[in-house]
C-alpha cells in the first residue's frame, strides 16, 4: 500500500501555480510564513482547486463577500485580478456594483465603486503609456 498524501513541496507548488492562476502573476515562495504557508497550501492549493466551480465563479462570490465586508483594498486586488484574467470587463464589473448595492448597502457597494474605478483608471493610464511608447520608439 502506497500513501497517497501529497508530499509538501507538492501540494506548495499547486498553491502558488493556484495563486498565480486567480491573480495573474506569479508570487514568491515565502517559506516560513506561517499565515503565507496556509494560505498557498489549504486555501489554494485545496479550496480554490476544489471542482464544481470555475475560477470566474470563485471571484465573483468573493467579490460579493469582500463588498458585503467593505474591504476596498482587497476588492480593488480583485478586480485588477479578474481584468487581467479576462472573467470581467469594465461594463460587468460596473453593473456588480450596482447590483450588490441592492443587497449589501449603498456604502459597502460604494467602496467597491471606488475600487472599481481606481481599477479601471490605472489600466486606461497604463494603456495610454503604452500606446504613447509604441507610438514614440526611441
Same mark, same amino acid.
Given at each position: %500500500?502506497?500513501?497517497?498524501?501529497?508530499?509538501?513541496?507538492?501540494?506548495?507548488?499547486?498553491?502558488?501555480?493556484? %495563486?498565480? +492562476?486567480?491573480?495573474?502573476?506569479?508570487?514568491?515562495?515565502?517559506?516560513?510564513?506561517?499565515?503565507?504557508?496556509?494560505?498557498?497550501?489549504?486555501?489554494?492549493?485545496?479550496?480554490? +482547486?476544489?471542482?464544481?466551480?470555475? @475560477?470566474?465563479?470563485?471571484? @465573483?462570490? /468573493?467579490?460579493?463577500?469582500?463588498?458585503?465586508?467593505?474591504?476596498?483594498?482587497?476588492?480593488?486586488?480583485?478586480?485588477? #485580478?479578474?481584468?487581467?484574467?479576462?472573467? /470581467?470587463?469594465?461594463?460587468? @464589473?460596473?453593473?456588480?456594483?450596482?447590483? @450588490?448595492?441592492?443587497?449589501?448597502?449603498?456604502?459597502?457597494?460604494?467602496? /467597491?465603486?471606488?475600487?472599481?474605478?481606481?481599477?479601471?483608471?490605472?489600466?486606461?493610464?497604463?494603456?495610454?503609456?503604452?500606446?504613447? #511608447?509604441?507610438?514614440?520608439?526611441?
Amino acid at each position: %500500500m502506497t500513501d497517497q498524501t501529497p508530499q509538501p513541496n507538492e501540494t506548495r507548488q499547486r498553491g502558488l501555480k493556484k %495563486m498565480s +492562476e486567480v491573480y495573474g502573476f506569479d508570487l514568491p515562495d515565502l517559506q516560513g510564513d506561517p499565515f503565507f504557508e496556509v494560505t498557498v497550501d489549504h486555501l489554494f492549493a485545496d479550496i480554490w +482547486e476544489r471542482p464544481g466551480l470555475t @475560477l470566474r465563479d470563485r471571484r @465573483l462570490l /468573493l467579490l460579493g463577500a469582500i463588498t458585503a465586508q467593505g474591504h476596498a483594498e482587497i476588492a480593488e486586488i480583485q478586480v485588477g #485580478a479578474a481584468l487581467r484574467n479576462g472573467e /470581467l470587463d469594465a461594463e460587468q @464589473l460596473r453593473e456588480i456594483t450596482v447590483f @450588490l448595492a441592492h443587497y449589501v448597502g449603498w456604502p459597502s457597494a460604494t467602496k /467597491l465603486d471606488g475600487a472599481v474605478r481606481k481599477v479601471l483608471h490605472a489600466e486606461k493610464k497604463k494603456a495610454r503609456e503604452q500606446q504613447s #511608447a509604441n507610438d514614440n520608439p526611441q
